[in-house]
């Protein structure tokens, strides 16, 4: 785990959980910023300054970014939290690069997740092999299903997490969601976007929400209106740090 140094788009310090091998990095973190300070006005593209890290530059990973937003009528609230993904790169080895793209400046504060694997760029290596195991997902009822894309690979000092939802009962739906996921090391923590659902107040793009896995336990409390659109299937997909690495 590390903070950084400094960074040019007014989200002040940022802390890492991280992974660092010779030719790779996974880094997970959680940073809120405001897109109407001036430090994110002026800048071109979104630069954390950071303590040297074990790769010099990297090929392109994908961070997340998301808004939260809540409409309210005369019959309840609606949901239409959204986002997209982002490239991002190591630059060199004190410099991590996210792409700027206004598109959502409007609906601030934003929230990037970084759950992400960098590449060494340009220099080959060793792979490493991994057993892709199906996330065996339980819950009260079985009210809560993800189909059989929904899978982890478990490594010494990180996982890589697939899920792929699939359905819900319906008297669920709207309700909180606690589900174990059997196959994950229970040494896991972290907020993981959820992309996907129809977003009918933000047509350019799709829904996006937040789940929380911590002790093999995986919550999700607040879903876009649109969760469940057909041709609009929620998914995550991340690369998490375990808290082994101390």
């Known amino acids: 785990m590390f903070n950084s140094i400094s960074n040019n788009f007014g989200a002040g310090q940022i802390t890492f959980k991280d992974?660092?091998?010779p030719n790779y990095v996974v880094l997970n973190a959680k940073v809120e910023?405001?897109?109407t300070n001036p430090a994110y006005q002026t800048c071109q593209q979104?630069?954390?300054t950071v303590p040297d890290l074990s790769i010099e530059r990297s090929t392109i990973g994908g961070v997340f970014v998301r808004f939260i937003e809540t409409q309210h009528y005369s019959w309840g609230d609606a949901i239409y939290d959204g986002g997209t993904v982002l490239k991002s790169w190591i630059k060199d080895k004190n410099?991590?690069?996210v792409?700027?793209?206004p598109w959502f400046d409007n609906n601030g504060p934003l929230l990037l997740y970084f759950v992400t694997m960098y590449a060494q760029l340009n220099q080959g290596a060793n792979t490493i092999k991994g057993t892709k195991q199906r996330l065996t997902v339980t819950t009260d009822g079985n009210y809560l299903r993800f189909s059989s894309d929904t899978f982890v690979v478990v490594f010494d000092?990180?996982?890589f997490m697939h899920l792929q939802f699939s359905s819900c009962s319906y008297a669920q739906r709207d309700l909180p969601w606690e589900a174990t996921f059997?196959?994950?090391p229970e040494d896991v923590t972290a907020d993981v976007p959820v992309p996907g659902g129809g977003n009918q107040f933000h047509q350019d793009c799709f829904g996006m929400g937040e789940c929380h896995i911590e002790n093999k336990?995986?919550?999700?409390?607040?879903?876009?209106?649109g969760f469940w659109d057909t041709g609009r299937e929620p998914f995550a997909f991340a690369f998490l740090v375990r808290d082994n690495n101390e």
């Open 33 to 35: 910023f405001d897109p």
């Open 157 to 159: 000092h990180w996982v």
């Open 217 to 225: 336990i995986f919550t999700m409390d607040r879903r876009v209106m």
């Open 95 to 97: 410099t991590i690069v």
């Open 182 to 184: 059997e196959q994950m």
């Open 46 to 48: 979104l630069e954390i």
């Open 19 to 21: 992974y660092q091998a």
């Open 99 to 101: 792409e700027k793209q």
